[in-house]
């Protein structure tokens, strides 16, 4: 079974000063990790995926997040926040073994005060 | 590539109309996956389809809902009837093999 637990359900932050977003999973395999972007009134938008390469994953935007399997963490950073970053932000686990089934977290609504 | 269509993008109905909303995948993408996003419940995976077949449904609320792959480039997802708390957000998504989930903008049902 998997699962996945985003600590935080709003985030706020001042623009310029860096982004935090915490993600922490359950997996039975090998998991592949993903973090979507979802803008409001919009379809969700990837931004980054971990599928067992460099734990260290750098996305669109800016952004990048460091796969921990000791944490079992996958917490997606950006050093200095834009108010175009303002959005929710969704972490998505999936096992591998060719299951296409995912499950994602219940989201962050960052928002980035001016 | 234009991405993952659905239509309509907004649908407004009453109570115990029928509701088709349509989906075209991105072409070459094997799998097809429909989604529903609440305030309360957050993304379900509803059904999701491999080359055509559908591979599990267990995210399906009720009978009154059914979903359809007749060919590699279209889907549609029917509720019938309709009632008020099924308004919600539904998204079509696509992917090749077991790669990254491609999403639709989704289509906005308000069923009064």
């Known amino acids: 079974a998997q699962s996945v637990t985003q600590l935080d359900s709003h985030v706020s932050v001042s623009e310029g000063t860096p982004v935090l977003l915490r993600c922490n999973y359950s997996?039975?395999?090998?998991?592949?990790l993903f973090w979507y972007v979802q803008h409001p009134n919009k379809g969700l938008q990837l931004l980054l995926k971990?599928?067992?390469?460099?734990?260290l994953v750098k996305g669109i935007n800016g952004f990048e997040a460091e796969f921990k399997k000791s944490e079992t963490s996958f917490h997606l950073t950006k050093p200095s926040a834009h108010m175009s970053d303002a959005a929710e932000y969704f972490c998505?686990?999936?096992?591998?073994?060719?299951?296409?089934?995912?499950?994602f977290g219940t989201g962050t609504k960052l928002q980035v005060i001016p | 590539d234009a991405g993952v269509i659905q239509s309509p993008r907004h649908e407004v109905t009453e109570m115990g109309q029928e509701v088709t909303l349509r989906c075209k995948p991105i072409?070459?993408?094997?799998?097809l996956f429909w989604y529903r996003q609440t305030m309360m419940r957050g993304l379900e995976l509803l059904i999701y389809?491999?080359?055509?077949?559908?591979?599990?449904d267990s995210g399906m609320p009720e009978d009154r809902f059914s979903a359809k792959m007749p060919n590699a480039s279209f889907s549609t997802l029917k509720i019938q009837p309709s009632e008020p708390r099924d308004s919600a957000v539904y998204f079509c998504?696509?992917?090749?093999?077991?790669?990254?989930?491609?999403f639709g903008p989704g289509t906005r049902l308000t069923v009064l």
């Open positions: 998504a696509s992917s090749f093999e077991t790669d990254t989930q491609y």
């Open positions: 997996s039975s395999y090998s998991p592949s």
């Open positions: 971990y599928t067992s390469a460099a734990t």
């Open positions: 998505v686990v999936s096992d591998s073994g060719g299951y296409q089934k995912v499950t």
């Open positions: 072409s070459g993408h094997d799998y």
């Open positions: 389809f491999n080359n055509n077949v559908p591979i599990d």
